[in-house]
């Protein structure tokens, strides 16, 4: 069965046989940061390049069951793996003895914001809704990333806020979809409990490259399609996963019960998209 802790585990394992070493993102954000002032000191950018050594940033939106966050993270770290995981300011995820918990295993912590839709559009609101929860979340962790929680049912997309306002004047580093290079990582995601969820996925997508990573043949549905791309050598030497742990389940009636409720969905999330896809093209005629 797909989408275990078993299998899980497999795939990590065989990234890791394949010579990827697992980065978190804050890591990653802080290195960039280096690179830039190491460039800038020394002028050497017109230097050749070395070849990229093979790395996953390994992510983990920690949507609902936190529980199951817990449950990853312990396995990462018997693995000797460390992940960032993101949590919504929610009940159905926040859980404060979890968050330490993940951060005493030395994963890092960060904030998974929909501040724009849990204000209803209110962009000042938003704004100060947001600040209030990274404040308590850093009490409970060092936090110096966030990244969007996509919230498909809401007409309002969070990452609007940055339009705005500077996540950076609050300590923050880096925010996946707008601090990753995604024309030197490939990008998976298990959105819609498959590897190629981008179908079904209203905002946890990068379409510009989507089309050339296609054209690539990398494309993969089933988690066994990733571990065999990993130990032919065929998967691109940077990735970046992001993975809901709430997907993730040994046990067979809460592992069913996913399976059923993201079909339901899945479907759902392919006529939210063709609806929004036509009332563009109704404006685009005007």
Same mark, same amino acid.
């Given at each position: 069965?797909?989408?275990?802790?078993?299998?899980?585990?497999?795939?990590?394992?065989?990234?890791?046989?394949?010579?990827?070493?697992?980065?978190?993102? $804050?890591?990653?954000?802080?290195?960039?940061?280096? $690179?830039?002032?190491?460039?800038?000191?020394?002028?050497?950018? $017109?230097?050749?390049?070395?070849?990229?050594?093979?790395?996953?940033?390994?992510?983990?939106?920690?949507?609902?069951?936190?529980?199951?966050?817990? $449950?990853?993270?312990?396995?990462?770290?018997?693995?000797?793996?460390?992940?960032?995981?993101?949590?919504?300011?929610?009940?159905?995820?926040?859980?404060?003895?979890?968050?330490?918990e993940i951060a005493g295993l030395g994963h890092e912590i960060g904030y998974h914001y929909e501040s724009l839709t849990t204000c209803n559009g209110d962009m000042e609101k938003a704004y100060h809704d947001f600040t209030a929860n990274l404040e308590k979340l850093r009490r409970l962790a060092p936090v110096s990333t966030i990244c969007m929680h996509g919230s498909p049912r809401s007409p309002w997309d969070s990452k609007d806020l940055w339009k705005h306002y500077d996540y950076r004047s609050l300590g923050i580093?880096?925010?996946?979809?707008?601090d990753t290079d995604f024309s030197e990582f490939f990008y998976l995601t298990d959105t819609g409990r498959r590897w190629d969820g981008w179908k079904f996925s209203v905002r946890d997508k990068i379409p510009v490259h989507q089309d050339r990573w296609i054209a690539q043949g990398l494309v993969f549905q089933h988690t066994g399609d990733i571990i065999n791309a990993a130990r032919t050598g065929t998967l691109p030497p940077r990735v970046m996963i992001t993975v809901h742990p709430q997907r993730w389940n040994d046990a067979f009636l809460p592992w069913a019960k996913e399976l059923l409720w993201q079909n339901v969905k899945n479907q759902g999330k392919l006529v939210l998209l063709a609806m929004r896809s036509k009332k563009k093209e109704v404006r685009s005629e005007k």
């Open positions: 069965m797909d989408f275990t802790l078993r299998i899980y585990k497999e795939m990590l394992t065989a990234l890791q046989t394949q010579g990827f070493s697992f980065q978190t993102f $804050a890591d990653y954000s802080e290195d960039k940061v280096k $690179a830039k002032v190491e460039v800038k000191v020394k002028g050497d950018a $017109a230097q050749p390049q070395p070849e990229p050594q093979p790395l996953i940033l390994l992510r983990h939106d920690v949507d609902l069951l936190p529980g199951n966050s817990l $449950a990853t993270a312990k396995l990462e770290h018997a693995l000797g793996i460390k992940g960032s995981y993101y949590f919504r300011a929610v009940p159905e995820s926040w859980a404060e003895r979890i968050i330490r580093t880096g925010e996946p979809y707008f």
